[in-house]
């Protein structure tokens, strides 16, 4: 196993760029991702990474070495898996990030029951708003809401999520109710905005009678977080731009209610991706079809 571990490392080195990062990785110290590519090296006898102060970059050596180790370690995982899917007995770690809102009201509650059906196998869940890099992040599984990006990634359709406007009642007493998105920016309503490293330029698209159109907003507040945006929309501070299942109970009790419903946001999807090379495996394909099932009845009754 020292051998194949020492090629995980090398490719998770190659992917990120970073001896440290790579290492966060993996689970260890920079000291032994830095031995293991040093002990690789010295079987190939060749050097896979020209090392500077700054930078670390993959030789012609490394870059024609990379290929040869996903095949390798696409091997491995292909043949693990076939033997855990004939013993019946899926074991190890999945790796597995999701929006902070999705991950605690409906992921996170629902683990412990996957952990009681399949005791060996454990869960290592990773809550974000952030826009997560599944490959480079060396996730198993990740829920993603909104527009999906082409990529190599495999893709597993969820659900349509409901979106709505909402604002608390003491702010639409002093602002007023706005009737539309026109009217939101005309007016210079305080919307409050989800904003993380990597985010777009405000823009709520909306829909309109002409179809759909982009509206650039503001506000007086920023989070990365989306249950503080919440939090802030409940005091009163601004109009929220959130999926049903986030809101739903406030609504039902009329903390906040709907703004601008002339104009009401397009839905979100909702999907489950994971790199093509452990689609195959047995944990990823248990986990996932659990939590979409999962997933799909709490939309349901939201």
């Not at 390798?72 to 013993?87: C, K, P, Q």
Request: aromatic share 8%; glycine share 6%; with cysteine.
């Amino acid at each position: 196993m020292a051998y194949v571990n020492n090629i995980r490392m090398f490719v998770r080195v190659y992917e990120l760029g970073n001896m440290s990062a790579a290492a966060r990785d993996q689970r260890t110290s920079p000291a032994v991702a830095s031995s293991r590519i040093a002990e690789l090296e010295r079987h190939l006898g060749v050097r896979l990474f020209n090392r500077t102060t700054r930078a670390l970059h993959a030789t012609e050596h490394g870059q024609l070495f990379y290929d040869g180790a996903l095949g390798i370690l696409d091997a491995i995982e292909t043949a693990e898996a076939t033997v855990m899917e004939a013993s019946q007995s899926p074991r190890g770690t999945l790796f597995v990030s999701a929006p902070l809102g999705l991950g605690r009201r409906i992921i996170a509650p629902a683990v412990p029951r996957f952990k009681k059906m399949y005791p060996d196998i454990d869960i290592r869940l990773r809550l974000s708003d952030r826009l997560v890099d599944v490959t480079a992040e060396g996730l198993d599984l990740a829920f993603h809401l909104g527009t999906l990006s082409d990529s190599d990634l495999k893709v597993r359709m969820i659900a349509d999520c409901p979106r709505h406007l909402v604002a608390a009642p003491s702010y639409i007493a002093r602002r007023g109710n706005p009737v539309d998105g026109a009217t939101l920016v005309q007016d210079k309503h305080d919307c409050l905005n989800l904003r993380f490293p990597g985010a777009r330029e405000f823009q709520w698209t909306l829909q309109t009678a002409d179809g759909p159109r982009r509206y650039e907003i503001s506000g007086p507040f920023e989070s990365d977080d989306g249950d503080v945006l919440t939090q802030w929309a409940l005091d009163g501070c601004g109009v929220i731009l959130k999926p049903e299942f986030e809101v739903a109970e406030h609504l039902r009790t009329g903390a906040l209610v709907p703004v601008a419903v002339a104009t009401p946001p397009y839905p979100t999807q909702l999907a489950c991706l994971s790199p093509s090379r452990r689609f195959r495996d047995p944990k990823v394909q248990l986990f996932s079809g659990f939590m979409i099932a999962h997933c799909r009845e709490r939309l349901a009754s939201a």
